[in-house]
């Protein structure tokens, strides 16, 4: 990369070993090079502060001098992509952009002004910019599309699953109106007719749960292996999504057996 003395600062580039380009310093300036960590290791030294020093040289002479400072390694890239090897090289001739530190509030202001003054210094060259944090944003773009599908559909799903959960529940007490009717005759409490009949329904989201979680920790790393810097999935989540699968079902089924556990069972005796 071909940088000016003031790249580090404005990027906010942490600086671990050695120092930044300085203009007070001609050699730095002929013959500087600035390495990140990456390269570092690349090039086949065990530290920064080994690297310090060191000559690199190059057949197109490029990037070739002395290494006089490394940064921490950073990500240009999303984080779909490794770190790779970067070199700084005093250039500021050989750059094609300018990178501007400004307060949020002076954009409008900032550009107009930039605008102007492109205009009379490069009249017939178009003024073309971009904002640093978009350009990151924009390296996500297909992720976020992904989880607003994927949101949407578990949306639809849940929807669609509720009411159905609710038909087969409503279903179930028209069948067994008698069943509980005589239950309750016999001295059965709401609460255990509701733990009778909810328990079917819960044993029947513990084997969807059983069979969808493998699946869907299998899926999710082999997407997750996409990305260079990736996170492992916490166990936490499952436990989260079955604990609300599983309350979920008792609400719906809890609705509609308590209220048939609450009717006189004369009633429900004389159902047809």
Known sequence: MAVDENYLDVLGLQLIAGRGFDRQREKDLNDGLILNEQAVFDFGWT???????????????????????????YHQLGLQQKIGS??????????????????????EQLISSLNDLWIKTFPGYDFD????????????QAEARLANVFAVFASITMVIAMIGLLGLVSFMVVA?????????????????????????FVWLVLVAIAIAFPITWYLANEWLKTFAFRMTINPLLFVGTMTLALTITLGIVSLQTIKAALADPVKSLRYE
């Open 129 to 140: 910019y971009f904002f640093l944090d978009q350009d990151f944003e924009n390296q996500y």
């Open 176 to 200: 067994r109106t008698k069943e509980i009717g005589v239950r309750k005759i016999l001295g059965a409490d709401v609460f255990s007719i509701t733990r009778l009949l909810s328990k079917e």
């Open 47 to 73: 530290s920064p502060e080994e690297a310090i020093g060191k000559r690199i040289t190059s057949p197109s002479r490029s990037p070739e001098g002395e290494v006089i400072g490394v940064v921490k390694d």
């Open 86 to 107: 970067m070199t700084m090289d005093y250039a500021p001739q050989n750059s094609y952009l300018y990178a501007i530190k400004y307060k949020a509030a002076d954009t």
